[in-house]
């Protein structure tokens, strides 16, 4: 099993670029989430998704749209990107309401806009 | 948001000493995470505690809870250089239909060789 992984592993944006950030899970996991860690901090949460066809926001969801067609992938897509969407970005995915109610990370994405 | 926020903020300590971090919440929880985080890595889960646990180990791990003080601490014992990462405490609240997880800033640990 592959288990959390993320597309790409680097990008460099202009401000006002668009892209897509993609995670995939082959854990066969219901939940799915997308934070960002900004240097020094910790994680925050932008958008999660509890099942296919289903997100919801997070702590910090201005900016940002996600979208989970499939079970397996979950899509960040930043429409506009700003400097302060300058970040490393961080996909999880966890059973629903699983007793181990563990969050299994991908490797991360660092983006930087300029 | 039930953010953990961990303290000390950054620890280094030399090789086989014991590590301690701590965590403090602010509301009754489900249960509390730890997480590993390596430099440009992910978080990588190490141990779960139930709010109706008190002490739990792993391997060389320890983590305690005392949930009248709203807190817990991750004890690493025998420590290595390959310990060198940031904790991160989360806790869990109660019908938390996402099973969401807030983290606090971390705890860095160096453990010099």
């Known amino acids: 099993n592959a288990g959390v992984t993320q597309t790409p592993k680097f990008r460099v944006l202009k401000t006002g670029q668009s892209m897509t950030l993609l995670c995939a899970q082959d854990m066969n996991h219901e939940y799915m989430y997308w934070y960002r860690q900004d240097p020094g901090m910790g994680l925050r949460l932008i958008h999660y998704?509890?099942?296919?066809?289903?997100?919801a926001k997070g702590e910090v969801p201005d900016g940002y749209n996600v979208s989970r067609l499939k079970k397996q992938n979950f899509l960040l897509g930043l429409e506009s990107a700003a400097p302060s969407q300058t970040s490393v970005y961080f996909c999880?995915?966890?059973?629903?309401?699983?007793?181990?109610?563990?969050?299994?990370f991908g490797p991360g994405t660092r983006l930087t806009v300029l | 948001s039930q953010q953990g926020e961990e303290d000390p903020q950054a620890l280094s300590i030399q090789e086989g000493e014991n590590a301690t971090m701590n965590c403090s919440y602010k509301t009754s929880i489900n249960n509390l995470q730890w997480y590993r985080q390596n430099s440009g890595r992910g978080l990588v889960h190490l141990i779960l505690i139930r709010s109706n646990e008190r002490e739990k180990h792993s391997g060389r791990l320890r983590v305690t809870l005392d949930t009248s003080k709203k807190s817990s601490s991750l004890l690493i014992t025998a420590s290595r250089a390959a310990d060198t990462a940031s904790y991160f405490c989360?806790?869990?609240?109660?019908?938390?239909?996402?099973?969401?997880?807030?983290f606090g800033g971390g705890t860095r640990l160096m453990v010099k060789p």
């Open positions: 998704s509890v099942g296919e066809g289903t997100t």
């Open positions: 989360a806790p869990r609240q109660y019908n938390n239909a996402g099973n969401m997880l807030t």
């Open positions: 999880a995915s966890s059973e629903a309401g699983g007793p181990s109610d563990t969050q299994y």
